[in-house]
């Protein structure tokens, strides 16, 4: 899994894979879920990243 955070265009991707993406669905305004071949979720795009999520930038990473 990838985070990446642009500040200059204000989007949070998440990759979730390597496989490509071969379909994409914007399932509410500036939330895009991308899809591999199989259906699977290969990543999530969120748009205005700094009006939607509390400090985009700041990722905290947790295993249970």
């Known amino acids: 899994m990838k985070v ?7 989007i949070l991707y998440i990759k979730f894979s390597d ?6 669905d914007e399932e509410r305004k500036g939330i895009i879920l991308d899809y591999d071949a199989m ?4 990543g999530l ?7 939607n999520i509390v ?6 990473y ?3």
């Open 4 to 10: 990446k955070y642009d500040k200059e265009t204000d």
């Open 55 to 60: 400090q985009p930038s700041k990722l905290e």
């Open 39 to 42: 259906g699977n979720i290969a």
């Open 62 to 64: 947790e295993v249970a």
């Open 45 to 51: 795009e969120i748009i205005n990243a700094s009006k």
């Open 19 to 24: 496989a490509q993406v071969s379909e994409s």
